[in-house]
């Protein structure tokens, strides 16, 4: 009779000590915040999935590495203050929708490296004005790239490789001193 009145106080004594550990467990978040860039790399197999990658209000570097292997796959890219790297590959019918820089600012150094199957499209707006803009772009047959800006831009180098019956619009109003545009189909 005398087991189950010291089982009780043992527990007693115990509870309190496996709360502090779980407390303690709980509070001690990881060192995140202390890193000096940004980095999001996100994979997915499900068609027609949506990646975001936004720099636009970023004061330090930023990289993104994005992988749709479903197919029919949106890519939502925005170029920030600091430099961004955007790596983003799809397998076919993805849709590539791109702003360079800070809409604000129009400064950033983004580089976009982009790969995708067929029936692709590249839409980009290029609005740094005070920055440069690269991008490597490589998609299938029947892919459509499509450049624009909303005023001068800066910098700017392409390097574009595409399948047959493709097409590449590149009307940005480029004025930088560096500006490099090689396209092959």
């Keep these: 009779m005398n087991f189950l009145p010291q089982s009780r106080k043992s527990i007693y004594l115990i509870a309190p000590i496996l709360g502090a550990i779980l407390m303690l467990s709980f509070s001690v978040q990881p060192i995140l915040a202390a890193s000096p860039s940004n980095y999001q790399s996100i994979s997915s197999s499900k068609p027609g999935s949506l990646f975001t990658g936004n720099a636009a209000n970023s004061s330090v570097s930023a990289s993104f590495n994005f992988i749709g292997t479903g197919g029919n796959d949106t890519f939502d890219l925005t170029g920030g203050n600091a430099s961004a790297v955007f790596l983003a590959t799809g ?4 849709t590539f929708n791109i702003v360079t820089g800070n809409p604000s600012t129009g400064s950033n150094s983004s580089t976009f490296s982009l790969v995708s199957g067929a029936n692709s499209t590249f839409n980009i ?5 005070n920055g440069s ?12 790239v499509n450049d624009t800006s909303t005023g001068k831009v800066s910098n700017t180098l392409f390097s574009i490789n595409l399948g047959t019956n493709s097409t ?9 001193n560096e500006t490099t545009i090689n396209v092959v189909y």
């Design 168 to 176: 590449a619009s590149l009307l940005a109003a480029f004025s930088g």
């Design 133 to 144: 803009a690269s991008f490597s772009i490589i998609a299938g047959s029947a892919s459509f």
């Design 91 to 94: 397998v076919l019918n993805n």
């Design 125 to 129: 707006i290029q609005n740094n004005f």
